[in-house]
């Protein structure tokens, strides 16, 4: 379910900086790299309406009170054709999950992370892709939903190989239906999935291949790696922490005592002490506004408390600048803000985005 901003350099100004140390040293030459437009900064990941296929890329600096939006149409003259939802680095490249609401038309869309100039669109081999992180050296899993059956139940999930030499899918690897969030320990993948399924899928990734398959729960999904390299993950209203070394859980934990909310949106503060997840419900009795708070769980007791009384649809912790970023929805037709705590739950500020911001790059 990660992003940074800096202030723009112009072209001219560069053009000038040159041709200063040119003319003071004419017998050097400089091999330094200036800074980039997207070198830092916090990426917010609007995904836009689905119908509308309207999602976006927002980036916020550090600092700043305004985002600077829509990079991909700035940087590249087009729009993204379809919700966006996930937005992670590898080795230079910015990789998008583009999701089209018709089938067949979904996209890896490939850029240089730098200057977010477009570098290649891989299309027609995906369908529904979910969550995409770094693996090895020029290489991604993407998790993927595939399309649906004709009665809208899940197919078989997989997770996309992506090679980033040769900017093509080499494999797709079976998992559960439902294929959602994907963390890596060493040499593992550990696949959880969102259709309710009790199991988690763990993959070689030197042999992208299955290597085991173990009973945790419903729906294990929203991983989290701890100090100890243990995962914490939501499996229906629980959460729960997985110990890998010994597949077993090294402790459960009830996110709260209303069973109509569910925890979501799970990050770890930077000393990985505090645990923060959205705890949220549809609340049918009022048109099914989406209502709940922010609860956090101190690692160390096991107890969980309300941090911010007050609704938001995602959250993220930026190690960077210690700031909670938590992101609002008014509507899938209006423009979308993001909220930003300190620790202490004290508010900062907050940035207006687009529509549906939904999840945090920190860079």
Avoid: H
């Amino acid at each position: 379910m990660t992003n940074k901003f800096l202030s723009k350099i112009t072209i001219r100004n560069l053009s000038l900086i040159s041709l200063i140390t040119i003319a003071l040293s004419s017998c050097e030459k400089t091999t330094s790299t200036p800074a980039q437009l997207y070198d830092k900064g916090v990426f917010i990941i609007n995904a836009g309406n689905f119908f509308d296929n309207n999602g976006t890329l927002s980036l916020v600096s550090r600092d700043s009170k305004t985002a600077d939006i829509d990079i991909f149409l700035k940087e590249n003259n087009r729009s993204i054709a379809g919700g966006i939802t996930d937005y992670s680095e590898v080795d230079e490249k910015g990789i998008i999950l583009v999701d089209n609401s018709t089938d067949g038309k979904d996209v890896i869309e490939i850029v240089n992370a730098r200057t977010f100039k477009s570098i290649v669109s891989i299309k027609g081999e995906i369908d529904n892709p979910r969550k995409v992180i770094k693996v090895g050296t020029n290489k991604a899993y993407i998790t993927c939903w595939d399309t649906f059956n004709a009665d809208y139940t899940y197919k078989q999930g997989f997770v996309a190989v992506l090679d980033l030499v040769s900017n093509k899918i080499t494999k797709k690897i079976p998992v559960e239906s439902g294929a959602e969030d994907i963390i890596v320990i060493g040499n593992l993948a550990y696949v959880g999935n969102v259709n309710a399924r009790p199991t988690i899928k763990i993959i070689d990734i030197q042999k992208d291949e299955v290597k085991e398959s173990i009973e945790i729960g419903t729906g294990p999904n929203n991983f989290v790696l701890d100090a100890a390299n243990k995962i914490w993950m939501t499996t229906g209203n629980t959460i729960i922490l997985f110990n890998p070394t010994t597949k077993t859980f090294d402790l459960k934990l009830k996110a709260g005592i209303n069973e109509k909310k569910t925890p979501n949106s799970l990050c770890i503060s930077k000393n990985k002490k505090t645990l923060f997840y959205t705890y949220n419900f549809y609340d049918a009795a009022d048109g099914y506004k989406l209502k709940g708070e922010i609860s956090a769980i101190d690692i160390s007791t096991g107890t969980s408390k309300t941090f911010i009384n007050r609704t938001f649809s995602s959250i993220g912790f930026d190690s960077e600048s210690e700031m909670i970023y938590m992101s609002l929805i008014p509507s899938y037709k209006q423009s979308g803000y993001i909220f930003r705590y300190q620790t202490s739950g004290t508010l900062i500020d907050s940035v207006k985005a687009e529509i549906a911001p939904s999840r945090f790059y920190f860079k």
